[in-house]
């Protein structure tokens, strides 16, 4: 299906609310029947007819056929958090007593849904370095019923072969999720790959304007309506329908905001690699990147996200770069409008920094939708301030 009529018209039934150009938000939280036969027969297909707004709404189930196609997907759900689908996708697939391969350095709630939770519930894990697929095919176990990914992930971008992953995964009867928020669908596309499930933080790219926390979730019909009736409507993790909104707007401009960053980002990374002060950048289009050649083959485009380490003296060094930026603002998360910057220095004194390996002068920079020139200059002048002292 064409990008341009997802985004603009499929799912948009302008006749059902007076022609309004944009859609309304259905704030309700149930629906009315003229008759108890109506009643009956919309209870019987709670995923597709408005009957309850945790199992459906009109607004949200636009937003699903959006994303099912941008994903290339049967059917998509929308979670309230990007943590949710995950969750849902995951423990949609496995009981006690079964196993799952996942990528090492997934995303961090990801990582503990599997040692935290799941662990309770005796499902076990193996974590594996992704970047040579003999790997997953070492630690399957004859329990094994998953084998989780997240290519590349979204702090030293380490990527996995998806298609040879996949190709290891049906011999054995395995399920294969992947988390894509990195690329979003405008760069990379799972299911046409062989993934079975695909998960995005839509907080990120999706939504990219920094105001709403969603997930979400794109799979087969089978998949799906299974998902549905356990943990949707189960754990209950919905999106509410204004957010469901924001979300429709946001994607509106998903491949120009895609284009521009990642346009902006290509420039910011010449400059960084150039530049004395860095000594090593972590971007898989970048023709240094050990998985270079694999980024480009499953990868249309690579996004705005990077990483580098700095070569300054100390701590106090890398306070003085960070704190000198004008345009890029200190926060986590990433894919809104406003470029960022996270500084590993930041955990170094928390437990968590006895986590992670990655140095204190390591930042992860996201790139948005600000000027080329502008960005590289506020480097620039926050790089002189740094060195000053
Ligand atoms: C942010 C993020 C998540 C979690 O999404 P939320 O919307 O914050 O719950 C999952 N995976 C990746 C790669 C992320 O960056």
Redesign the pocket.
């Known amino acids: 299906m064409d990008l341009s009529y997802i985004i603009n018209h499929l799912g948009e039934n302008r006749e059902q609310y007076f022609n309004a150009v944009s859609p309304p938000i259905m704030q309700s939280s149930n629906f009315t029947f003229n008759n108890v036969g109506q009643m009956r027969q919309s209870l019987k297909d709670e995923l597709n007819v408005p009957f309850y707004t945790r199992g459906g709404n009109p607004t949200i189930t636009m937003l699903r056929q959006k994303i099912a196609a941008l994903e290339h997907a049967e059917d998509a759900l929308v979670f309230g958090?990007?943590?949710?689908a995950?969750s849902a996708a995951v423990m949609s697939q496995v009981k006690a007593g079964d196993h799952i391969v996942c990528v090492a350095k997934p995303?961090s709630?990801?990582n503990k849904l599997l040692t935290k939770l799941l662990a309770r519930f005796g499902v076990t894990h193996t974590f594996v370095d992704g970047t040579d697929t003999a790997n997953f095919a070492a630690a399957l176990q004859p329990n094994t019923r998953l084998i989780f990914l997240?290519s590349p992930?979204?702090m030293t971008f380490e990527l996995q072969d998806i298609p040879a992953v996949v190709a290891l995964a049906k011999q054995h009867n395995c399920v294969t999720v992947i988390?894509n928020?990195?690329s979003s669908p405008i760069y990379q596309n799972p299911i046409r790959m062989g993934v079975d499930i695909v998960v995005h933080?839509?907080?990120?790219y999706l939504n990219g304007h920094s105001d709403a926390?969603?997930?979400v979730l794109c799979s087969s019909h089978k998949i799906v309506r299974h998902i549905f009736e356990g943990e949707y409507m189960t754990l209950g993790g919905i999106v509410s329908p204004n957010d469901a909104w924001l979300l429709l707007r946001g994607l509106r401009t998903l491949p120009i905001r895609m284009k521009q960053t990642s346009e902006t980002a290509a420039q910011v990374v010449a400059y960084l690699e150039a530049h004395p002060l860095v000594n090593k950048v972590y971007y898989p289009f970048s023709p240094t990147f050990p998985q270079h050649d694999l980024a480009r083959r499953q990868m249309s485009g690579c996004s705005s996200l990077f990483s580098f380490e700095l070569n300054l003296p100390d701590i106090a060094a890398m306070e003085r770069f960070c704190n000198s930026l004008q345009y890029f603002l200190l926060a986590c998360?990433?894919g809104g409008h406003e470029s960022l910057i996270f500084p590993l220095c930041v955990l170094h004194t928390s437990e968590n920094y006895q986590q992670t390996t990655l140095p204190w002068n390591f930042v992860r920079m996201y790139v948005g939708l600000e000027d080329a020139k502008t960005l590289i200059q506020d480097i620039g002048q926050a790089f002189e301030k740094a060195e000053k002292g």
């Open positions: 958090s990007g943590s949710a995950v995303y709630w990801t997240e992930n979204t988390d928020s990195y933080s839509a907080t990120k926390v969603i997930g998360s990433w």
